[in-house]
């Protein structure tokens, strides 16, 4: 079977065409017309035919492996910034802001700020009405794996800092937690990226082995990791807010247990995703009842506790709560390895 890739935002449609056999044995089958003249392909023009992991074939209408770079132009306006992000994640290599006259100050303050939260992206040219960003990553070097990892990586720490740092009343090691969500956040722009990029490049989906549908799930799973790291910094937010203030024994003790089955459930759930193992995602779902009687345990001590400490235990537990209900929704895109 033949599979035409499109680029994104093209309608496509099935093509069912018969192979055809030379009397020498050679198989063959023509191509879509349209397709064809659509992207400037005549008599030998040469495209590219490659085998997918899934023995699929993807033909591409440039020989080269090669990738065209992208560049955009966008003009100084309120959504600036988001724009910005906006054009990098869709993949574009250079982003050029542009003014008629003048770039104001407050603008190019907000393209330096967006710019270094987003991995790779340097301002290259600055004038009076220009910012040129160019993104100096080569898609071919980052395996979309080694990235999620990475990012899961500060955000099991981020996890479990939070909770010491709430344990043994260390502000400084709350504030380093708040400190590493940001480079979580950068982690999951970059691969919402480098996805992109795979899914509109065959070549580069078959060197990393990886099938569209992974794609989906790495991005799914990199949203979720994401936010783990932001319910971790809040854990790190309540803990600044509490000071020097002691809770007592008997809280701590359901918070680390409430803690552990938490950390343990992420734990087990990325593995599985990485070795889809599906065994291993379910016996995430095993410990919910677990969570709900600690929580609730919780819940209950919280009331009785001072104004000053009350909403600040309930707001921790379910911050970690939150954080095992992203475990069970990674475990959840688990399924078995294609052979």
């Known amino acids: 079977m033949i599979i035409f890739y499109l680029d994104i935002g093209t309608e496509s449609k099935m093509d069912i065409r018969k192979i055809q056999r030379t009397s020498g044995g050679t198989f063959f089958v023509c191509l879509p017309k349209a397709w064809a003249k659509k992207n400037n392909l005549v008599k030998g023009s040469l ?9 699929k074939l993807a033909i591409t209408p440039r020989y080269s492996n090669d990738r065209t770079p992208k560049t955009t132009i966008i003009t100084s ?59 100096l990553l080569e898609p071919s070097t980052f395996p979309p794996q080694k990235i999620l990892q990475r990012e899961y990586s500060i955000a099991s720490g981020m996890h479990r800092d939070s909770v010491t740092s709430l344990t043994e009343s260390d502000i400084p090691l709350a ?23 795979v ?8 060197s990393f082995k990886i099938l569209p549908i ?9 949203s979720l990791v994401e936010a783990i790291g932001d319910h971790s910094s809040c854990i790190g937010e309540q803990t600044i807010k509490l000071g020097d203030k002691q809770l007592s024994e008997r809280v701590l003790q359901l918070i680390l247990r409430l803690h552990t089955v938490a950390y343990d459930a992420h734990e087990n759930a990325i593995t599985a995703v990485f070795s889809h193992d599906v065994p291993k995602a379910e016996s995430v779902r ?22 000053d400490r009350g909403p600040i235990v309930l707001a921790i537990s379910s911050a970690i709560c939150r954080i095992f209900d992203n475990s069970l929704d990674i475990a959840d895109l688990v399924m078995p390895k294609l052979l």
């Open 77 to 135: 306006s309120p959504l600036l910034d988001r724009e910005i992000v906006e054009k990098y994640l869709l993949g574009y290599d250079s982003i050029q802001v542009v003014a008629k006259e003048r770039i104001g100050l407050n603008d190019r303050e907000r393209v330096k700020e967006v710019s270094s939260h987003l991995i790779g992206l340097e301002i290259i040219e600055e004038t009076t009405s220009k910012i040129v960003l160019q993104c």
């Open 175 to 197: 504030k380093s937690v708040i400190a590493r969500d940001n480079e979580v956040n950068r982690l999951y722009f970059l691969l919402v990226r480098l996805l992109r990029t």
């Open 199 to 206: 899914i509109q490049n065959p070549g580069l989906s078959e």
């Open 47 to 55: 495209v590219s035919v490659i085998e997918t992991t899934d023995g």
């Open 286 to 307: 095993s410990d919910a009842q677990k969570v709900q009687a600690l929580f609730t345990e919780i819940e209950s001590i919280s009331r009785n506790q001072s104004e």
């Open 214 to 222: 992974d794609c989906l799930d790495y991005r799914l799973t990199a």
